[in-house]
């Protein structure tokens, strides 16, 4: 879904302020030579292990890093990425027995299952979630465009069953939606009209990020921010809320937040609905070969720097010295701690695990950290189902999509 694209911008922006503030030069990271004719699919499983499992032993961590990453998922391994292309040496420590956090894939009885990512938007020709794919992986990503009808919500149960489609197309979304729903013509429009302008004004959220801290309170406390766009109205209002002033049609405020992750409408900001059901607007896409193509792809670019993925490295702790400046982290191996060391460190494994488990105690217990870990919680538990279907897509008449129920 498009925290993806969250994911990947913010690693992205957060890897080139560090870049500036280690280096403390111009670094050129970006260049349309990387981008090489995609090869062929490896399909050998030795060959994709090889790259995908390499163990941690002390022996195969590089010297003199630039910096550790935390967590080899989409996030950890693209801000690894990018700092390789600056000519950063970086080792990424990861502690499953795979690279990929949720994009690795798990075989069974001679399946490959995704165990997360599915489908992807927003990558059409030049968009910026394609560009900036093609750059951490040389341009050897591929993917397959999936139905235009790409998306199905089941509401209620038995006679009370409703079926609801969702269509890819910049015209085709909203008519789909106004021949499911006749009458509510207005509200399908007022809710594309705000889709599109939560995707335009973005930015501006994002650029919070990066603004001095005292900056943003300064705008929050006067009120200022609101007055700036109304993306911020939009961040902060619930769904439920948004779209009981839209319209009063149940379904339809169901099926605009049916792009599902775990937190209740209610509970949701609109701005993220919105965001995901934009970001399939042009259509969804797989990658061709798995979602463990990503990590695949990403490993070389990381290696040619001289960095490493290593996965079974469970860190421990992130290591700090007098002043609080972290220097590296330490790896359980059996019943030792090793230490590896780098001036920089990238935690990718979520702010309560950084903050709760790999930082010492004291650091947590700061009031700043404490209020920025009470704003958030753990997200819905939830369990997956794999199926297994032997046999073609026409043979079993099935179509590229998903099915909410
Ligand atoms: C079921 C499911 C379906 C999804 N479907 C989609 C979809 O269709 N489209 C889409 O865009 N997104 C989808 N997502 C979301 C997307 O997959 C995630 O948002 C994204 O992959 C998260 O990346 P990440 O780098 O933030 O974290 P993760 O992928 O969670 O990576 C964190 C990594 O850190 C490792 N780690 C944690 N602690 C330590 C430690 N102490 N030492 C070493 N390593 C550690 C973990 O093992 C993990 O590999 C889905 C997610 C799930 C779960
Ligand atoms: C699918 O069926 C074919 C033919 O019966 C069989 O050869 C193949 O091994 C099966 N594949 C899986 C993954 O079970
Ligand atoms: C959603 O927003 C409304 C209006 O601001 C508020 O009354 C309600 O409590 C919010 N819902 C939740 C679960 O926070
Ligand atoms: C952290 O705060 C708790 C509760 O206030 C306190 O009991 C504990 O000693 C503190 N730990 C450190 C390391 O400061």
Same mark, same amino acid.
């Given at each position: ?48 292990? $090889? ?27 693209? $801000? ?106 207005? $509200? ?46 939009? $961040? ?170």
């Amino acid at each position: 879904m498009c925290w993806w694209l969250l994911v990947l911008s913010c690693a992205s922006l957060s890897s080139i302020v560090l870049l500036f503030l280690i280096g403390g030069q111009r670094y050129k990271v970006f260049s349309e030579k990387c981008v090489r004719r995609p090869g062929p699919l490896v399909t050998d499983s030795k060959q994709r292990d $090889a790259r995908l499992t390499r163990g941690f032993c002390v022996d195969l961590i590089p010297p003199a890093l630039d910096a550790v990453v935390i967590g080899s998922g989409i996030g950890g391994l693209t $801000a690894a990425a990018l700092l390789s292309k600056a000519g950063k040496r970086v080792v990424v420590l990861e502690r499953h027995d795979r690279a990929g956090g949720c994009t690795h894939t798990v075989q069974n009885k001679g399946f490959e299952f995704d165990v997360g990512s599915h489908h992807l938007g927003q990558l059409h020709e030049n968009s910026l979630l394609r560009v900036a794919l093609d750059q951490i992986t040389d341009g050897q990503l591929q993917f397959a465009r999936l139905e235009p009808h790409f998306h199905t919500l089941i509401l209620g149960q038995r006679d009370e069953r409703r079926e609801y489609h969702v269509h890819a197309g910049k015209t085709q979304m909203a008519e789909s939606l106004k021949k499911q729903f006749p009458g509510e013509e207005a $509200a399908i429009d007022e809710f594309i009209r705000l889709m599109k302008l939560a995707s335009r004004r973005m930015p501006l959220i994002a650029i919070l990020k990066i603004i001095p801290h005292w900056l943003v309170n300064f705008l929050v406390r006067t009120g200022l921010l609101g007055h700036m766009s109304a993306v911020f109205h939009l $961040a902060t209002t619930n769904h439920s809320e948004m779209m009981s002033h839209l319209t009063r049609n149940k379904d339809l405020q169901a099926l605009s937040a049916c792009l599902c992750y775990g937190v209740p409408p209610k509970e949701s900001s609109f701005l993220i609905n919105a965001l995901l059901m934009h970001h399939y607007r042009r259509g969804a896409y797989y990658p061709r070969g798995g979602g463990n193509e990503f990590a695949f792809h990403i490993i070389p670019v990381i290696q040619q720097a001289g960095g490493d993925v290593l996965v079974r490295a469970p860190v421990r702790r992130i290591l700090l010295d007098q002043h609080g400046k972290a220097y590296g982290v330490t790896v359980l191996k059996g019943p030792e701690e090793i230490q590896v060391q780098a001036p920089v460190v990238i935690s990718d494994t979520g702010m309560f695990d950084t903050f709760q488990k790999l930082l010492p105690p004291h650091i947590e217990n700061k009031s700043e950290i404490q209020s920025l870990l009470g704003m958030v919680r753990h997200g819905m538990g939830s369990f997956l189902v794999f199926v297994g279907l032997n046999g073609t897509k026409e043979e079993l008449g099935i179509v590229h999509q998903l099915v909410d129920v």
